[in-house]
C-alpha cells in the first residue's frame, strides 16, 4: 500500500510541471503594421509559456470581409486583438473588446518605396512630396489606417485631391509587392508593412509636417474564453525584451 501511495506521489510530481504548462489556444488577431514583430515575438510566447497562437490578420479598418471590425462584427471570436488605436477605441464602445483591457504596444509612422534600382524621388520637404506625387504616373496605398489618411486627408491638405483620382489606387494588404511587381510606381504604408517585402527600397518617411504616427495597440475580445492568457500575451508583447525586436521591425516602443 505504502509502495503504491508512493508511485502516485511520484507521478504527481511528474505531471506537475506539464499541468503548469498546459497548453492553451489564444487566439489572436492583428493588423499588418504589427505583423513583423508579432512572427518573431509570438513564437517565443509560444515557447515560453506553452500555450498556442492562433492568428487571424486583417486591417484595423474598413470594409473588407478580412478586416478586424469585420470579422468581430460577424461574431468570430479573439481572445487578443492588435490593431491601430483608434479602431481599438470604436470596438471597446462597440462592445468587442473588453474596457481596461487597452495596452498601447508601437508607434508606427508612414514611409514611401520604390522598386528596387529605380531612382529615388526627393521627399525631403513638403514641397518636394507633393511635386513627387504629382509627378508619379501610379500611386498605391493601404486600405487601412496609412492609406486612410493619404487618401481622406493628406491629398487634400496637400491640394491634390483631383490630381490623384486617376491614379492613386487602394491595395487591401501589402502594397509593397504591387510597387514590386511594377504594377504601381510608388507605395505607401507603414514602415514595417515595407521593410519585409523583396523587390522594394524604401525612399523614407513622409516629411515631419505631413507625417501621421499611428498608435498600435491590443485588448482583449469581450468573448474571450481566455482572458489570463491573453492578458499574458499582451504583457509579453508590451515587455521591454521585446523592445529590440520592435525597432528591427521599423517600429517605436510605445511604453520606451
Not at 518605396?113 to 529615388?120: F, I, K, Q, Y
Amino acid at each position: 500500500m505504502q509502495r503504491r501511495l508512493l508511485g502516485l506521489g511520484l507521478s504527481g510530481l511528474l505531471l506537475a510541471p506539464r499541468l503548469a504548462r498546459a497548453s492553451t489556444t489564444v487566439r489572436v488577431m492583428t493588423s499588418g503594421a504589427f505583423t513583423a514583430p508579432y512572427q518573431i515575438l509570438g513564437p517565443r510566447f509560444e515557447a515560453a509559456t506553452g500555450h498556442r497562437l492562433a492568428t487571424a490578420l486583417g486591417p484595423s479598418m474598413g470594409q473588407a470581409p478580412d478586416a478586424i471590425p469585420q470579422r468581430l462584427a460577424r461574431g468570430e471570436v479573439a481572445d487578443v486583438v492588435i490593431l491601430a488605436r483608434g479602431s481599438l477605441d470604436a470596438l471597446v464602445r462597440a462592445g468587442h473588446v473588453r474596457p481596461g483591457s487597452e495596452v498601447d504596444l508601437v508607434h508606427s509612422a508612414i514611409a514611401m518605396a520604390v522598386r528596387a534600382g529605380t531612382p529615388h524621388p526627393r521627399i525631403g520637404t513638403v514641397e518636394e512630396f507633393r511635386q513627387t506625387l504629382l509627378n508619379a504616373a501610379s500611386i498605391g496605398y493601404s486600405s487601412s489606417a496609412s492609406g486612410v489618411y493619404l487618401s481622406t486627408e493628406l491629398f487634400a491638405r496637400l491640394g491634390i485631391t483631383e490630381q490623384m483620382a486617376g491614379k492613386a489606387r487602394q491595395f487591401p494588404r501589402w502594397v509593397g509587392r504591387e510597387v514590386a511587381n511594377g504594377v504601381v510606381e510608388l507605395g505607401f504604408q507603414q514602415t514595417s508593412e515595407l521593410l519585409p517585402i523583396p523587390g522594394i527600397e524604401i525612399v523614407g518617411p513622409l516629411p515631419a509636417p505631413i507625417q501621421r504616427v499611428t498608435t498600435f495597440s491590443a485588448g482583449i475580445g469581450t468573448r474571450s474564453e481566455q482572458p489570463e492568457a491573453a492578458q499574458a500575451l499582451i504583457r509579453f508583447l508590451a515587455a521591454p525584451a521585446a523592445h529590440q525586436t520592435i525597432r528591427e521591425a521599423g517600429l517605436d516602443p510605445a511604453s520606451a
